[in-house]
T-cell receptor
Framework: NAGVTQTPKFQVLKTGQSMTLQCAQDMNHNSMYWYRQDPGMGLRLIYYSASEGTTDKGEVPNGYNVSRLNKREFSLRLESAAPSQTSVYFC?????????????FGPGTRLTVL | GIQVEQSPPDLILQEGANSTLRCNFSDSVNNLQWFHQNPWGQLINLFYIPSGTKQNGRLSATTVATERYSLLYISSSQTTDSGVYFCAAPVGNQFYFGTGTSLTVIP
């Protein structure tokens, strides 16, 4: 099992450019998440998908869109990148079996917007 | 959402020392997770602990749900324990993270 994989690992964009961050999991998990991590602020939830076919906004969704392509894949798109979106992005997945819930994280994507 | 607060924000230990990290949360939660983020940025599950005490080697965790806090104990610390420790609590389908405790273990 590869677990949760993310591509790319690093990316530099210019202001106004667009890009899509890819995430896939092979653990047959129902729920998937996108977080951003900024210095001194912990992880903040951008969007999540509780199950295939559904997506919901998290704490900081502005400037992002997501697609739950199938049960395995959950992508995050920046339509017009801004310097404030410079961050490390993590994808995660969880089983969500009733009250038993453990998240597993990908290795992260370090994004710089100039 | 809920507020998740961790203390201390920073901790420096001599190798071999013990430490206790604390996580307070502002509302009732059904479970709580502890993570370690290593110096390379990888987030690793340590414990899923909605209540009670669990142990895994030199690490153990205790959650007192009625008093809305959890503790992570690290005994006989090693340099490989360095990194940032996060706790996270779910509300519905969303997880709320604390801002972490940055631990440095010096040889």
């Amino acid at each position: 099992n590869a677990g949760v994989t993310q591509t790319p690992k690093f990316q530099v964009l210019k202001t106004g450019q667009s890009m899509t961050l890819q995430c896939a999991q092979d653990m047959n998990h129902n729920s998937m998440y996108w977080y951003r991590q900024d210095p001194g602020m912990g992880l903040r939830l951008i969007y999540y998908s509780a199950s295939e076919g559904t997506t919901d906004k998290g704490e900081v969704p502005n400037g992002y869109n997501v697609s739950r392509l199938n049960k395995r894949e959950f992508s995050l798109r920046l339509e017009s990148a801004a310097p404030s979106q410079t961050s490390v992005y993590f994808c995660a997945s969880s089983v969500l079996r009733g009250r038993t819930d453990t998240q597993y994280f990908g290795p992260g994507t370090r994004l710089t917007v100039l | 959402g809920i507020q998740v607060e961790q203390s201390p924000p920073d901790l420096i230990l001599q190798e071999g020392a013990n430490s206790t990290l604390r996580c307070n949360f502002s509302d009732s939660v059904n479970n709580l997770q502890w993570f370690h983020q290593n110096p390379w940025g990888q987030l690793i599950n340590l414990f899923y602990i909605p209540s009670g005490t669990k142990q895994n080697g030199r690490l153990s965790a205790t959650t007192v749900a009625t008093e809305r806090y959890s503790l992570l104990y690290i005994s006989s610390s090693q340099t490989t324990d360095s990194g940032v420790y996060f706790c996270a609590a779910p509300v519905g389908n969303q997880f709320y993270f604390g801002t972490g405790t940055s631990l440095t273990v010096i040889p």
